[in-house]
């Protein structure tokens, strides 16, 4: 069993939806947590860090951090169609090794 | 400005031949890693190396090889033992002290064996 599951998607969306991704994980011993963003063919690139449990909010989107129920989440408020590109969370220790999950596709429809 | 560059972006490889791919940055960081992602799946870890001439195997090593004799470059080579070598391959790099895991990519190298 992997140590981190994404929700697979793909995920269609309408321009102004809110979109919601979603991550669970297993070990205990993950306290960081992140979220990247991929576009094709592009290297990813960090969205949010986060430590602790609770939210944190930048712009449009929202990172979540339950540890009590190893969950984690990724809000995206008014989605734009800039928005389509594959999501990854990943997750580390204090090693600062991250695992990452597979990956959720979205794409924005106009 | 500073960033991660990889060469090439793509190459195209016969089987049974060794392949190396350049990873240089110029953020100053000492952490250096490479990771392999295929097609659904997400990022597993090659290599990573946390100072210069040290480095340590991760997740899926074998059939690759890295060496870091600056700490500005960090190149990876797929050799003929890697039985499944076509993928897209990404380098990365970290600031050291800070084990948060937070990591600055590169633009990707994509191998395509024939």
Known sequence: QKEVEQDPGPLSVPEGAIVS????????????FMWYRQYSRKGP??????????NKEDGRFTAQVDKSSKYISL?????????SATYLCAMSTNAGKSTFGDGTTLTVKP | DGGITQSPKYLFRKEGQNVTLSCEQNLNHDAMYWYRQDPGQGLRLIYYSQIVNDFQKGDIAEGYSVSREKKESFPLTVTSA??????????????????????FFGEGSRLTVL
């Open chain 2, 82 to 103: 890697q039985k499944n070598p076509t993928a897209f391959y990404l380098c990365a790099s970290s600031t050291s002290g800070r084990a948060t895991g937070e990591l």
């Open chain 1, 21 to 32: 991704l979603n991550c669970t994980y297993s070990n205990s011993a993950f306290q960081y």
């Open chain 1, 45 to 54: 690139e960090l969205l949010m860090y986060t430590y602790s449990s609770g």
């Open chain 1, 75 to 83: 809000f995206i408020r008014d989605s734009q169609p800039s928005d």
